[in-house]
């Protein structure tokens, strides 16, 4: 039996595409294969799997040595069990940069577009056979795309992205607005976590300049509770840091519609991130940034010490 699974903070990608290939190798290439996650679901992706009646995947630790795997939404060690190169990893689904460090011991296949959600590239890939998803797991890769792109906002949308979704909400009879709207409600509740929660709930580890920083990013359609709640996010940072083995963590608050980002500055070392990366002038413990949406388009190529 094929694991498929994410990476770890699974957002709604990283839930619902691992769910797409698995009906995808079971039903169609007759390779049975199960969805398996690497941790609790963030808010949005928990409200897909309700909303369209879908079991959660059972959360798995680490992989055993042998187990066949297919890795998609990421191809970064650091973001995979732990002992990812003593499984067999026979495929990979990703729509990131290529991190390196992953190995098998036989050639595999991999693919890896410059789109914005892993889900367009399952679509692509299946072909004809996307017809076939049951109308959940077509209202979930919907969900996928909705989900990445923003409804369209983020800067890492392609016109590709965008067809596909807005064929599949024509196939559902699904108001891509209203959906988006009740999916961002979902992603905006975070009042029942915690504020080490948070700062975990959707990062990624990332290098600059010989330190090693958690690059946190929050979407949601009410910034101002998440902001409230900044005394406490930058008490928790120093905690989370040492914790994940990261030298700093980065907390950036995007606003879907205001199209901006507020990025915590509770320190020097963020300040000059700050200023060195977004050209910002920072003044107190927070700094806006107009127009910066995208973790892997603006914020990530963008950082530097």
């Known amino acids: 039996m094929i694991k498929v699974f994410g990476h770890k903070s699974p957002d709604t990608d990283s839930t619902g595409s691992p769910i797409i290939w698995a009906w995808y190798l079971t039903q169609v290439k007759h390779t049975p294969a199960v969805p398996v996650l690497l941790g609790e679901p963030n808010t949005e992706a928990a409200f897909v799997l309700r909303r369209w009646g879908l079991p959660k995947p059972d959360i798995i630790a680490d ?9 998609v939404d990421t191809n970064n060690p650091a973001e995979l069990p732990a002992s990812i190169n003593e499984a067999e990893v026979v495929q990979i689904i990703d729509h990131h940069l290529l991190a390196g460090g992953l190995k098998t011991r036989t050639p595999i296949d991999i693919t890896i577009r410059p789109l914005a959600c892993t889900a367009t590239v399952m679509h692509d890939l299946m072909g004809p056979e996307a017809a076939r998803l049951p109308e959940a797991l077509k209202c979930v890769m919907l969900s996928c795309i909705l989900s990445d792109t923003l409804a369209f ?23 891509i607005a209203d959906y988006a709207d009740e999916l961002f409600a979902a992603k905006s509740d975070v009042s029942a976590f915690s504020e080490a929660a948070l700062l975990r709930m959707d990062s990624k580890e990332y290098a600059i300049g010989g330190k090693q920083f958690r690059v946190s990013v929050l979407e ?6 998440i902001l409230e709640r900044k005394a406490a996010l930058m008490r928790a940072m120093p905690q989370v840091a040492a914790e994940d083995g990261a030298d700093e963590v980065l907390l950036f608050v995007v606003d879907i519609l205001r199209e901006e980002a507020t990025l915590l500055v509770p320190n020097a070392v963020v300040k000059q ?4 990366s977004f050209g910002a002038s920072v003044t107190g413990d927070t700094v806006v940034l107009p127009g910066i949406m995208s973790r892997k388009k603006q ?5 530097t010490l």
């Open 299 to 303: 914020i990530l190529p963008a950082l």
């Open 153 to 175: 906002r983020s800067p890492i949308t392609t016109p590709h992205d965008r067809a596909v979704a807005e064929r599949l909400a024509h196939e559902l009879g699904i108001g």
């Open 63 to 71: 992989v055993a040595k042998g187990d066949r795997c297919v890795v």
């Open 220 to 225: 949601t359609t009410a910034p101002r509770v």
């Open 273 to 276: 991130v700050a200023e060195k």
